[in-house]
């Protein structure tokens, strides 16, 4: 599958970028316009926008069904994505083996225990 570029002032197609073997899910704009970030089944890759015949980075994760969304944190140093089962996943783009992985479900039980603890101290 492919990603499209598009000129919003002219509508015409600018760039077309061959991504992924599945659907896209989802891609975004670093705020500094100077990356490029796609998911699909269980792949995220990124571009740098000066070079998009072939992606800086593809992380890969074969345990993962689908990666549904992706977004730029902090200085565009690290992505956060979800999986379809409910991970939450945070890389460093400039070193993917340094990942933090967290269920959501985990972050309801801490949300949940806060709750807990709120209602408990009033």
């Known amino acids: 599958m492919s990603l499209k570029l598009w000129d919003l002032k002219t509508n015409k197609e600018i760039y077309t970028i061959q991504s992924h073997n599945d659907y896209v899910y989802d891609c975004k704009y670093s ?7 796609s998911c699909s089944s269980g792949m995220i890759a990124y571009w740098d926008i000066k070079n998009l ?3 800086i980075g593809v992380i890969k994760d074969e ?3 689908f990666v549904y969304s992706v977004n730029f944190l902090c200085n565009q140093t690290y ?3 979800s999986y379809k089962d409910g991970t939450l996943v945070v890389v460093d783009l400039y070193n993917t083996s340094n990942i933090f992985k967290k269920e959501i479900n985990e972050f309801e039980k801490t949300e949940s225990n ?3 603890q709120n209602s408990v101290s009033q």
Do not use: F, T
């Open 79 to 81: 992505i956060v994505c």
């Open 114 to 116: 806060l709750d807990d």
């Open 53 to 55: 015949s072939k992606p």
């Open 63 to 65: 345990s993962k069904e």
């Open 31 to 37: 705020s500094d316009g100077k990356l490029i970030i």
